[in-house]
T-cell receptor
Framework: NAGVTQTPKFQVLKTGQSMTLQCAQDMNHEYMSWYRQDPGMGLRLIHYSVGAGITDQGEVPNGYNVSRSTTEDFPLRLLSAAPSQTSVYFC??????????FGEGSRLTVL | EDQVTQSPEALRLQEGESSSLNCSYTVSGLRGLFWYRQDPGKGPEFLFTLYSAGEEKEKERLKATLTKKESFLHITAPKPEDSATYLCAVRGGGTSYGKLTFGQGTILTVHP
């Protein structure tokens, strides 16, 4: 049982480049989300989705886009990378009881 | 706005030395308080959910308790493998679709 799978695990970008972080879950959870984790800031919600075709913004959505075409997949797109987006990104899916299950993380460095 | 404060920021224990981690929270209509464990380079791993004051849950050497203002994660006779960052989060009734608000975590180090 894979749970939540994120790719890539590591990525280095130059300022202005775009990229997509991939996330897939095999638990048939309707709710999926993206967090970023920065030292001293804790986990902050970027975007979330409550089902295919439905997405909404979290606390720190600027500079990121999401879409949800299937229950399984929830990619996060960085439109024009900035050094402030250097962070560790976590995708998570959630049970009906509210428990989040996280992926292993994607460490992004923007130069 | 929901808020979560964890203390201490870091805790060093000797193997076998029991202690507690604190999670203080303010939330509009608590719909769940969650504890997670995070190992270096990994995603957070779910430990417990508590829903109401007075509730307790246990797993191996860990026991989580909940009051109306705070939660404690008690660690009994810890082992070096319990070393990790422990995160607390709350889900409030006032937030759309039950967003979780996380604390900054307590880094626990257990020395042999």
């Amino acid at each position: 049982n894979a749970g939540v799978t994120q790719t890539p695990k590591f990525q280095v970008l130059k300022t202005g480049q775009s990229m997509t972080l991939q996330c897939a879950q095999d638990m048939n959870h309707e709710y999926m989300s993206w967090y970023r984790q920065d030292p001293g800031m804790g986990l902050r919600l970027i975007h979330y989705s409550v089902g295919a075709g439905i997405t909404d913004q979290g606390e720190v959505p600027n500079g990121y886009n999401v879409s949800r075409s299937t229950t399984e997949d929830f990619p996060l797109r960085l439109l024009s990378a900035a050094p402030s987006q250097t962070s560790v990104y976590f995708c998570a899916s959630r049970t009906g009881g509210g428990e989040l299950f996280f992926g292993e993380g994607s460490r992004l460095t923007v130069l | 706005e929901d808020q979560v404060t964890q203390s201490p920021e870091a805790l060093r224990l000797q193997e076998g030395e029991s202690s507690s981690l604190n999670c203080s929270y303010t939330v509009s209509g608590l719909r769940g308080l969650f504890w997670y464990r995070q190992d270096p380079g990994k995603g957070p791993e779910f430990l417990f959910t508590l829903y109401s004051a007075g509730e307790e849950k246990e797993k191996e050497r860990l026991k989580a308790t909940l009051t109306k203002k705070e939660s404690f994660l008690h660690i009994t006779a810890p082992k070096p493998e319990d070393s990790a960052t422990y995160l607390c989060a709350v889900r409030g009734g006032g937030t759309s679709y039950g967003k979780l608000t996380f604390g900054q975590g307590t880094i626990l180090t257990v020395h042999p």
